[in-house]
């Protein structure tokens, strides 16, 4: 199993609230990537970086944001949390070179209230 | 374009029986990937083919990579209750994104 780290795991929060998943990896990987996927459904690209101070939007519109400011860290905020945030939100990293192998993280399950 | 499609979008089987699923995609696959992902968990990667008509073989895991490196599937012989989850295909794109299938969930019944 890889070393990326998701918290928290699960988090119920009410409407309006501002929330930060934090996602971090010991590989020093220089690609991360958040996903968002339904039980079980397809998973939706959302937010990717290929390393600090570089982040792209995926496929799927997101309300979210994210940063890259140190290699192993790449949180994802939400500033004003909706019922239709609630999924599973999943972490990924790989290595920088011609392999596209990704490394998941554990999720972090959000249900907004 | 760049999107692959994966069939069946589910599949029960009994415990026992044998299990494929496909990936199919309109462009030459630099690559494949298949992950797994159990019930409630995160996806796992089990494997990446890059040579085209690749077999490879993980115990009762067969992953096969078209001639044409436009396809690929996933054979499962023998499913057991703890081959129970999504299958996921996915395409490299030579070092940037990689683009996943929508997944192929397997039931199976004990």
């Known amino acids: 199993e890889a070393d990326i780290y998701q918290t928290p795991r699960y988090l119920v929060i009410g409407t309006g609230k501002k929330i930060t998943l934090e996602c971090s990896q010991t590989m020093g990987h220089d690609k991360m990537y958040w996903y968002q996927q339904d039980p079980g459904m397809e998973l939706h690209l959302i937010h990717y970086s290929y390393g600090v101070n570089s982040t792209e939007k995926g496929d799927l519109s997101s309300e979210s944001t994210v940063s890259r400011i140190r290699t192993e860290h790449f949180p994802l905020t939400l500033e004003s949390a909706r019922p239709s945030h609630t999924s599973q939100y999943l972490c990924?990293?790989?290595?920088?070179?011609?392999?596209?192998?990704?490394?998941f993280g554990p999720g972090t399950r959000l249900t907004v209230l | 374009g760049q999107q692959v499609m994966q069939i069946p979008q589910y599949q029960h089987v009994q415990e026992g029986e044998d299990f494929t699923t496909y990936c199919n995609s309109s462009?030459?696959?630099?690559?494949i990937q298949w992950y797994k992902q159990r019930p409630g968990g995160h996806p796992v990667f089990l494997i990446q083919?890059?040579?085209?008509?690749e077999v490879k073989k993980q115990k009762r895991l067969t992953f096969q990579f078209g001639e044409a490196k436009k396809n690929s599937s996933l054979h499962i012989t023998a499913t057991q209750t703890t081959d129970v989850g999504t299958y996921f295909c996915a395409r490299g794109t030579g070092g940037f994104k990689t683009i996943f299938g929508a997944g192929t969930r397997l039931f199976v019944k004990a």
């Open positions: 083919l890059v040579k085209s008509g």
């Open positions: 990924a990293s790989s290595e920088s070179s011609s392999t596209d192998t990704q490394y």
């Open positions: 462009t030459t696959l630099s690559n």
